[in-house]
């Protein structure tokens, strides 16, 4: 069964700083996988998906990487600002006909003025 | 169009109500899921439709009972419901297995409270 694991669970940063979030699952054989924003109370805004033939993805100041032979996928924040706060999970889709997501228990992002 | 919405946006009720919640997409995707989330907690897959069949059932009781009339709806009916099932529900849709890509959206959610 996949399990999706995100370090670190909390992040409290100052405004400019750049931010890497880190994403492990234990299952290689993933169809891809994405990047989700989730405000408090609300759905998932999905941010980036990398196919499991990809190595990156960029969306603004947003960059993601994929390695799927060691399990890990890597979300760049670039120059954070006080708007980025918010939860980011990771989802990892398994191939093999179900194409479920499944998630991380996501990283808490606070980005302070 | 990108979007899935969800309805209603907030719902309160007693233990021996019945409601639905109900969740429209217009992207032809063919999979639809419904998600439970706790404060705190990464969402929990409930059910998954594929070609408006029924495919995941992931043991959830039968107060919950889905329902997919057509490719752009989902509903879920409510029934005699716990306290705890107070939750936010997400509803998500994404194209069937076999694409270049298989990119969930998800709605605003339904945050539910059984009073």
């Known amino acids: 069964k996949q399990e999706v694991t995100q370090i670190p669970a909390a992040l409290s940063v100052p405004e400019g700083e750049n931010l890497v979030l880190n994403c492990s699952f234990t299952d290689s054989a993933i169809y891809n996988l994405q990047w989700f924003r989730q405000d408090p109370g609300k759905g998932l805004t999905s941010l980036l998906l990398i196919q499991s033939s990809q190595r990156e993805q960029t969306s603004g100041r947003l960059n993601a990487s994929l390695d799927k032979s060691s399990g890990r996928s890597t979300l760049y924040i670039a120059a954070s600002q006080p708007g980025d706060s918010a939860t980011y999970l990771c989802a990892a889709v398994a191939s093999g006909g179900s194409y479920i997501p499944t998630f991380g228990r996501g990283t808490s992002l606070i980005v302070h003025p | 169009d990108t979007e899935v919405t969800q309805t209603p946006k907030h719902l309160v009720m007693g233990m021996t109500n019945k409601k639905s919640l109900k969740c429209e997409q217009h992207?032809?995707?063919?999979?639809m899921y419904w998600y439970k989330q706790k404060a705190k907690k990464p969402p929990e897959l409930m059910f998954v439709?594929?070609?408006?069949?029924?495919?995941i059932n992931e043991s959830v009781p039968s107060r919950f009972s889905p329902e997919c009339p057509n490719s752009s709806l989902l509903n879920l009916h409510l029934h005699a419901l716990q306290p705890e099932d107070s939750a936010l529900y997400l509803c998500?849709?994404?194209?069937?297995?076999?694409?270049?890509?298989?990119?969930?959206?998800f709605g605003q959610g339904t945050r539910l409270t059984v009073v």
């Open positions: 439709y594929s070609y408006e069949k029924l495919s």
């Open positions: 992207m032809g995707h063919r999979a």
């Open positions: 998500a849709s994404s194209q069937v297995g076999g694409g270049r890509k298989t990119e969930a959206f």
